[in-house]
């Protein structure tokens, strides 16, 4: 008997208008709907006027690993089996990688049902650079953990995209700001392709006072430039500006803050190096 298929099928991130032919078709015609949420994606097959034709199985990241074999014993038989989560394409920090690489493992076919990305749309609406880019998903919750990540990506040269939940939209923005420095360019893009999309671009201390000015609501996505080789490094002239504000009787700390802004290098160290060349 002839193997059927894993199918990884793209779901609208926001306007039911961008599902696809294919994704109508999948779902009627599926042996098993894979699905994060049961629930949503017979919301969406009624939104669409689908039918679902299969048995639904949530299956989603507590489950996906023991649903494996069974979904797996579908395909090997010569069924469907169509992976499809809340909004966009599955196994992006959603449920499905763990199927693919089960599916992999046993030389079962896979395909994907292209579609919907929240990636790709806020990478191309940033008009940030696009030809190289990387995605980084989800950062630590923890502000330590927040902070060891980006400072590892602070010399990342590819445009970043990262996931954020909406109430920490700003604390990440602040935590960007001391790992890239404030004139990094970013833009946070938030309910894609929704009634209140929205798209904030400018340097990373703008979007911080944005952030830090109301509630910020919705899904979001944040994309961020990459560091330009040789921009937004502590100079000996950078430290000597610092130095002659504070010799005209201002504090270190708001000198350093000013000229961190107009050169766009990290405040804090510029504060270090600030310190090292008084004390040398």
């Known amino acids: 008997m002839e193997p059927g298929t894993l199918v990884l099928a793209a779901t ?50 507590h489950n996906e690993e023991a649903r494996a074999d069974g ?15 809340d909004a966009g394409m599955p196994s992006v920090s959603d449920p499905g990688y763990r199927l693919v690489t089960a599916a992999v493992a046993a030389e079962l076919p896979v395909t994907v049902a292209p579609g919907p990305s929240a990636v790709l749309a806020a990478l191309a609406l940033s008009g940030l650079p696009t030809d190289r880019f990387c995605f980084e998903g989800f950062l630590p919750r923890r502000a330590g953990g927040r902070a060891r990540a980006l400072a590892a990506l602070a010399d990342e040269p590819r445009t970043m995209v990262l996931f954020e939940a909406p109430h920490r939209v700003a604390a990440l923005l602040a935590a960007m700001v001391e790992a890239f420095g404030p004139a990094r360019r970013a833009a946070v893009c938030r309910e894609l392709t929704k009634t209140h999309e929205e798209v904030r671009r400018g340097p990373l201390h703008e979007l911080v006072a944005w952030a830090d000015a109301g509630e910020v609501l919705g899904e979001v996505v944040v994309v961020v430039a990459g560091a330009v080789p040789g921009a937004g490094e502590v100079t000996a002239g950078v430290v000597g ?18 000229v961190a802004g107009q050169a766009g290098v990290p405040r804090r160290d510029l504060y270090d190096a600030a310190v090292a060349a008084r004390r040398g």
């Not at 049961?38 to 097959?45: G, I, S």
């Not at 504090?251 to 350093?256: F, Q, S």
Request: aromatic fraction near 0%; hydrophobic fraction near 50%; charge should be negative.
């Open 12 to 61: 609208p991130i926001g306007n039911t208008d961008d599902a696809s032919a294919r994704l109508c078709r999948l779902l009627a015609e599926a042996d098993v709907v894979a699905a994060e949420d049961t629930r949503r994606v017979q919301a969406l097959a009624t939104r669409l006027g689908v039918h679902v034709g299969g048995r639904v199985l949530a299956v989603h990241d």
């Open 241 to 258: 500006e610092v130095l002659a504000r504070v010799d005209t009787g201002e504090r270190l700390k708001d000198a350093v803050a000013h």
């Open 71 to 85: 979904l797996l014993d579908v395909v090997a038989g010569g069924g469907t089996v169509v992976v499809v989560t």
